[in-house]
C-alpha cells in the first residue's frame, strides 16, 4: 500500500504565499503522475495541478496559472505546489493524489484558508 501525507496548509491574508507538500511512502516501485486537487465548501473537488513521473508537461488549472508552480523530487517521493499571490477564492481543502500504475493513493488533504 502507499501512504499519502500532505502538509503546509494554514491561514494566510489575500496576497501571501504557501507551499504545500506531498510525500508518498510504502510499497512504491514506481511513482507515475503525481497531483493536487482542492475542493471548496459545497463544491466539487476540482484538479488544481499535475506534473508526469517525467515532469516536462505539467498541468495547471487556468486560473491558478502564473501562481501556482507544481514540482516533485523523485528522490524523496515528494510533490510540491508552490501558491503565490493567493486569494480567497482559493481557500479549499487540498488533497494529493498519487499514482502508481493502475493506482491512485490519496492523502487525508490540508486545509488552506485565504482571508480577504
Known amino acids: 500500500q502507499v501512504q499519502v501525507v500532505e502538509s503546509g496548509g494554514g491561514l494566510v491574508q489575500a496576497g501571501g504565499s504557501l507551499r504545500l507538500s506531498c510525500a508518498a511512502s510504502?510499497?512504491?516501485?514506481?511513482?507515475?503522475?503525481m497531483a493536487w486537487y482542492r475542493q471548496a465548501p459545497g463544491k466539487q473537488r476540482e484538479l488544481v495541478a499535475a506534473?508526469?513521473?517525467?515532469?516536462?508537461?505539467?498541468y495547471v488549472l487556468d486560473s491558478a496559472k502564473g501562481r501556482f508552480t507544481i514540482s516533485r523530487d523523485n528522490a524523496k517521493n515528494t510533490v510540491y505546489l508552490q501558491m503565490n499571490s493567493l486569494k480567497p477564492e482559493d481557500t479549499a481543502v487540498y488533497y494529493c493524489?498519487?499514482?502508481?500504475?493502475?493506482?491512485?493513493?490519496w492523502g487525508q488533504g490540508t486545509r488552506v484558508t485565504v482571508s480577504s
Open positions: 506534473i508526469p513521473s517525467g515532469g516536462s508537461t505539467n
Open positions: 510504502g510499497s512504491i516501485s514506481r511513482i507515475d503522475a
Open positions: 493524489k498519487v499514482v502508481t500504475g493502475n493506482v491512485a493513493s
